[in-house]
């Protein structure tokens, strides 16, 4: 039954794509778009909610659902169930796409060419993505034959008289062992395919034959709207892989969170070179190549985690799925490339730079880090796959080479980051520069100098501390210049400021997150440290001002898994802190052991124990410990990252007559 | 008076700064050779290196690093072992020569494509 719903919604889905294409494409005007692209939301929709009741109604003769469900497996898995797997995911992927593409076609108030075949282009995307679910990643396929508990016949006719396997292996182990796997990929989605937006207006805009700006400022809150989940999907992909993974760490530079960062940094950069062009006319042909370039950047990430190009936890199987979203990739490519060298004479010619020294200036070196950043990740992780297909050659790049390269491009970022801001745009004078930037870096050196006085001086963390400091101390120092500026008591002139020039503040949060976020991260590694041991019940590990002692190990059962573990008594400075509990879990008795950490977490700095080896007979345990100074800063720099961009995104600019603006000298 | 100040401030200040850095960090964190070698090697059943992994190979692989760095082997003799075994895949840092040079060529050629570019952008008139 919900085989043939689900089939039904993505070929309803389907056959809509094809007419958003189409008549977007030739003359069609708000009502001829209608029904298709009711029918793209609807059919997906259908889609979607029939994978979900066929994993809440045990219907295993499904074919996904009798390769990716168990009866035991808790609801909230079985729901995220629907996008653990391959061709869930996709369906999630289509949803998501049909949803932004309903509110395209409905929030649009001029409804002109441009939407028109922005329209059409978020058709052919769409298109694709169903084509690839209605054929070779079909989740609604029939099983027909099953042996040993799996099932090995399928077939797409949902007409087919079915066999239905009693009971499934579950979802992969890694993926039903945390609930951050619910949430990750929806929002990194959202992030993914909302520039799936502004790059149909850009690629609109070129058919169209426009050159305006207007593609900008009609993508801009979906631009935002796009960044904001993509960043808040990233951060919670790190915490997923700290929190579940059992290595002790939150990001390898895997090919696979590569491909997450690559879209971003690419994102990023148009985010602000957007800016430069809504206000000063210029980088025009730049930033349609760069909506482009992030896109696609999205595609091949897409292509990276969906693939088994490379073997992780995200690749889920050898398939034709891989092959088929290179194809789109390399097409969608040429096709949007293509246009953008034919068409892009016609935009018009930037006015010129007056000086170098000044907000554009900065915003150019900000692009030119951005986008080299993105240029080496990209490099780095197609690397060893280019050139095994040309030479045959084996190589491997690791975190060494991306360290190498994040460190320096991200020190300059970040003092971008903290004089950009206050530069004014045009031509920036001395004095003025001077008078903005002075006492905020005397804070900085000040904040360096108690660093290395107090015994910190690792180079990386006093450049750091003084970067962040440098970059909190110049915004703070502006916003208060300007509140104390307005005739308003102190609160109300806050809020008038922050509502005036929402987009400028909501970066500013952003910049602080970032700030925040660089001070966590590099602390936690430079200062971070490791020990490792086997334990007998009562001996004691020392790490750091820290001791944690094996009290004894259990053995508990929960629906579809039993864990093994072992509980460790933390003490600090000898004062009983925590108990923490790692253990190795395996569920329905088959796949691999999962081994989950216990994480004392302090703002201070957290303790993370994972078991590396667990004797039941004796208790004695194996461990990896790792103690790892203010990494929780870290994660809250994250979030006031993502909420900078919400700020941004939902914040609407109160117009000039509310809030007249106040000269400050 | 002021100017003067504040000079003297920002002059003393960047004097600690840089004495500091000089001097290097204290030994409060140990360098620890272990740890940086196996950054430096790749376990064979994953993705990430084994300082990385908590996979079986790589304990062991810790382990036969930790057994070298004690018998007093060099750096590149120890990370020359494990290539002899499994080959330059095996290098987590690819070397800054043959077939990778480039790969370490690439980000300073987009720097250097990228200030070209601006440079050109300023002085072309509209």
Redesign the interface.
């Known amino acids: 039954m919900s085989a043939f719903f689900g089939f039904s919604g993505i070929l309803l889905a389907l056959i809509s794509s094809g007419a958003i294409a189409l008549r977007g494409f030739l003359k069609a005007d708000k009502a001829g778009l209608r029904l298709p692209v009711l029918g793209l939301l609807i059919g997906s929709i259908v889609a979607m909610g029939a994978l979900e009741l066929a994993l809440l109604t045990n219907d295993f003769s499904v074919s996904y659902v009798a390769a990716h469900h168990a009866r035991s497996t808790p609801l909230i898995y079985a729901i995220a169930t629907a996008w653990a797997a391959l061709e869930g995911s996709i369906v999630l992927w289509g949803l998501v796409l049909a949803v932004f593409t309903f509110a395209m076609y409905r929030r649009d108030r001029l409804n002109d060419t441009v939407w028109r075949f922005a329209l059409a282009t978020m058709g052919v995307i769409s298109l694709f993505f169903f084509g690839m679910m209605a054929t070779i990643a079909n989740p609604f396929e029939v099983c027909t034959a099953v042996f040993e508990g799996r099932c090995i016949e399928t077939t797409a006719n949902v007409f087919a008289s079915s066999v239905a396997l009693l009971d499934g292996p579950g979802p992969n182990p890694l993926l039903q062992n945390h609930i951050l796997m619910a949430v990750h990929p929806p929002v990194l989605y959202l992030g993914y395919v909302g520039f799936a937006v502004p790059f149909a207006y850009a690629i609109g805009t070129l058919m169209a034959g426009g050159n305006g700006t207007a593609w900008l400022e009609r993508t801009r809150r979906w631009t935002l709207a796009a960044w904001t989940f993509l960043t808040l999907g990233i951060v919670l992909g790190a915490l997923w892989s700290y929190a579940v993974l059992?290595?002790?760490?939150y990001w390898?530079w895997?090919?696979v969170e590569n491909a997450s960062f690559l879209p971003w940094l690419a994102g990023t950069a148009f985010l602000h070179s957007s800016v430069v062009e809504r206000k000063r006319g210029m980088l025009r042909t730049w930033n349609v190549a760069l909506v482009i370039a992030t896109f696609e950047l999205t595609i091949l990430g897409t292509f990276l985690t969906r693939s088994g190009v490379?073997?992780?936890v995200h690749s889920f199987t050898q398939s034709a799925v891989g092959p088929a979203i290179l194809m789109f990739l390399i097409g969608s490519s040429l096709a949007a490339f293509g246009l953008f060298a034919a068409r892009s004479h016609l935009i018009v010619?930037?006015?010129?730079?007056e000086s170098?020294a000044s907000r554009e200036g900065v915003f150019?070196l900000n692009n030119?880090l951005l986008?080299?950043f993105a240029?080496?990740v990209l490099?780095?992780t197609m690397?060893p796959m280019l050139?095994e297909a040309f030479?045959g050659?084996?190589?491997?790049?690791?975190?060494?080479?991306f360290d190498?390269?994040a460190s320096p491009i991200s020190y300059v970022l970040l003092l971008a980051i903290g004089i950009g801001p206050v530069t004014p745009y045009r031509i920036a004078g001395a004095p003025i520069m001077k008078k903005r930037l002075?006492i905020p870096?005397?804070i900085a050196?000040?904040a360096?100098?108690i660093?290395?006085?107090s015994?910190?001086?690792?180079?990386s963390v006093?450049v750091v501390i003084?970067l962040a400091t440098f970059i909190v101390a110049v915004i703070t120092k502006r916003f208060a210049e300007l509140v104390t500026a307005r005739p308003e008591p102190g609160l109300q002139a806050a809020s008038h400021v922050l509502a005036g020039d929402p987009g400028f503040w909501g970066g500013q949060i952003s910049h602080i997150g970032v700030a925040v976020l660089a001070l966590g991260l590099t602390v936690s590694s430079?200062?971070g440290?490791?020990a490792s041991g086997v334990l007998e019940v009562g001996e004691t590990i020392t790490i750091d001002e820290f001791t944690l002692t094996n009290v004894g190990v259990f053995e508990r059962t929960f629906p579809g898994k039993v864990s093994q573990g072992v509980t460790l008594e933390l003490r600090r400075k000898g004062e009983a802190v925590d108990l923490l509990e790692p253990h190795l879990s395996r569920f329905n008795n088959q796949g691999p052991v999962v081994?989950t950490p216990g994480i004392h977490v302090d703002v201070t700095g957290d303790v993370y124990a994972?078991i590396?080896a667990l004797d039941a007979s004796d208790g004695s345990v194996g461990l990896?410990v790792s103690r790892y100074p203010y990494l929780f800063v870290m994660w809250v720099g994250g979030f006031v990252i993502v909420m900078g961009g919400t700020f941004s995104t939902i914040v609407r600019r109160r117009s000039r007559r509310d809030v007249a603006p106040v000269a400050v000298s | 008076m002021k100017r003067m100040m504040s000079l003297a401030v920002t002059a003393i200040l960047a004097t600690i700064v840089v004495v500091g850095l000089v001097q290097g960090p204290p030994s409060t964190v140990p360098y620890d050779r272990v740890l940086e070698l196996a950054g430096q090697v790749r376990c064979p059943q994953c993705q990430v290196s084994v300082a990385d992994s908590n996979a079986a190979v790589a304990q062991t692989m810790r382990v036969i690093i930790a057994e070298q760095v004690e018998a007093g082997r060099s750096d590149d003799e120890i990370l020359e072992y494990f290539v002899d075994r499994y080959g330059e895949w095996v290098l987590t840092k690819p070397r800054r020569s043959g077939s990778t040079l480039l790969l370490w060529l690439l980000p300073l050629v987009g720097i250097g494509a990228g200030l070209w570019a601006i440079v050109r952008l300023r002085r072309v008139p509209s």
């Open positions: 059992n290595w002790g760490g390898a895997d090919p490379v073997a992780s010619q930037s006015p010129r730079i170098l150019l030119l986008t080299v240029f080496a490099a780095g690397y050139l030479t050659d084996q190589v491997s790049v690791g975190r060494p080479f190498a390269v002075v870096a005397q050196l000040a360096g100098a660093s290395v006085l015994g910190r001086r690792e180079f006093v003084m430079a200062l440290i490791q081994g994972s590396n990896d």
